[in-house]
């Protein structure tokens, strides 16, 4: 199952893994479902051009491969609709700053795949 879990390409694998979970193992644990979260995290960042998802206390950074840029439409619905929580700084390489209300794994995990879904959207 690992090698499943890893192999998490998109959204629809993502939902394959965990149904073929639940029908082997029943309930999904907490861990586990964090560790599948992750995999279609880090599978839509990289599709999306992202290098590197950091989390650094209560803010989660997520920073653009060196020669990736955002479209601007892009990056203007994103920076609107998430200004009370994000920061942008628009240097190479560009990056992006969440700022979160408490420092949460599981909400960290939330925001970013929301962003990432909604950047994929977008694009």
């Not at 479209?71 to 203007?76: F, H, I, T």
């Not at 190479?92 to 795949?113: H, I, Q, R, S, W």
Request: charged residues 30%; aromatic residues 8%; without cysteine.
């Amino acid at each position: 199952m690992y090698k499943r879990i890893a192999a998490i390409e998109d959204l629809k694998y993502k939902y394959d893994v965990e149904e073929e979970l639940e029908d082997r193992f029943g309930q999904i644990p907490k861990a586990t479902q964090n560790l599948i979260d992750i995999a279609y995290i880090k599978a839509l960042a990289s599709r999306l051009g992202f290098s590197q998802i950091s989390m650094h206390g209560r803010s989660v950074r997520l920073k653009l491969a060196n020669d990736r840029r955002l479209d601007n439409r892009v990056l203007m619905v994103i920076l609107n609709e998430n200004r009370d929580i994000i920061r942008y700084t628009g240097s190479n390489p560009y990056l992006f700053t969440l700022m979160l209300k408490e420092e949460n794994g599981d909400l960290a995990l939330t925001k970013v795949k929301t962003l990432l879904e909604r950047i994929a959207e977008l694009t």
